[in-house]
């Protein structure tokens, strides 16, 4: 979840001077990337997790960041973790104030292996790397992060390969206009938010791969937002961070696609997208097809742009096809409030 301060109601307003005060028994500890500062309060309470764990989930989720863009999306940025009972990472929140803002809560019970495989840091991190748009165009920011977060984390080599796809091919559909549906920038359901943001990056992605011959992806449409100055901490028309974008990649993508998804649905046969992408899912499975027209735009997606010959290499040693199988439930992504 993203907030930007002058967008919602006073009452937020009222409890970020809760957030922003740690309590006088709270922990605050630093971790840099790069020549980034990346200060996190673990605040008084019963968290059964070691210090250094904690530590780590917010360093992995940092790191994937970091490998995503190129580098830490701000030089500096304040976490306030916060317990509660229970098990798991709930309730993140992303400001452009102070800087740039995360407030997240971890259950007391949480494992060090469930912290591992959590998404949610990740995701809140990706909010600092795009700028604040108007309501609107709340889409944008959760699909962003949506989409990226597992990408992220892979090429960072905190999450499977075929976890990422399977999970994308399972839950994408959920962005796809139902009926009524009047467009990214007018039908505002959970699913068209989350996944339906996600859906207009997967296209744009696939897209800039295909107008570059593989040599340009999403990344370097967000890089060159991000670098132009187009981070959380400032505000800015959803058409030029498009056209940032665009102008950083050198092909006209991000604005054509979103006047197609704006204000009407935009029919998308995801089915085909995944046969040419050679990906074919069997339940909680995913099987790579390198034979597939797209399978070298598949690779630069996952592992960015000049890492699919690497990639690609235990594919082709067992024949031009790999199977993955991955557990049924995979921790988090599940249709619920980011
Ligand atoms: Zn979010």
């Not at 992806?217 to 058409?239: P, Q, T």
């Not at 997606?301 to 991955?326: K, L």
Request: with cysteine; proline share 4%; net charge neutral.
């Amino acid at each position: 979840m993203k907030i930007f301060l002058t967008s919602v109601f006073a009452l937020v307003i009222l409890s970020l001077g809760a957030i922003y005060s740690a309590p006088a028994n709270s922990m605050t500890s630093t971790i840099a990337i790069g020549s980034a500062r990346i200060n996190f309060t673990v605040e008084g309470g019963r968290l059964g997790l070691p210090q250094a764990d904690i530590s780590e989930w917010v360093r992995a989720a940092a790191e994937s960041v970091a490998t995503y863009y190129g580098r830490y999306p701000l030089e500096q940025v304040t976490i306030r973790i916060a317990p509660f009972d229970g098990r798991g990472v709930r309730n993140g929140r992303t400001f452009g104030e102070n800087g740039g803002f995360i407030s997240i809560y971890l259950g007391n019970e949480t494992t060090a292996a469930a912290l591992k495989s959590d998404w949610m840091m990740t995701h809140e991190m990706i909010h600092l790397a795009f700028p604040s748009v108007a309501d609107r165009h709340h889409w944008i920011e959760e699909g962003i992060s949506t989409y990226v977060e597992p990408i992220a984390r892979v090429r960072a080599k905190h999450m499977d390969e075929a976890a990422m796809w399977l999970e994308l091919v399972r839950d994408l559909p959920q962005g796809l206009p139902g009926e009524g549906d009047k467009g990214l920038d007018r039908t505002h359901s959970w699913g068209r938010t989350y996944w339906g943001g996600a859906l207009y990056c997967f296209l744009a992605d696939v897209e800039i791969h295909r107008r570059t011959n593989n040599h340009k992806g999403l990344e370097d449409a967000l890089r060159g937002i991000l670098n132009a100055g187009g981070d959380i901490r400032h505000e800015w028309e959803l058409e030029k961070a498009l056209s940032v974008g665009d102008q950083a990649t050198g092909v006209a993508v991000l604005r054509p696609l979103y006047d197609k998804m704006k204000d009407q649905p935009y029919a998308v046969d995801l089915a085909e997208m995944w046969a040419e992408l050679g990906v074919e899912r069997n339940g909680n499975t995913v099987r790579f097809v390198d034979a597939a027209p797209l399978a070298a735009t598949r690779k630069a997606i996952t592992w960015g742009n000049g890492a699919s010959a690497n990639a690609g290499s235990a594919a082709a040693a067992s024949g031009g096809a790999t199977s993955h199988s991955y557990p049924a439930v995979v921790a988090g992504r599940t249709a619920r409030s980011r």
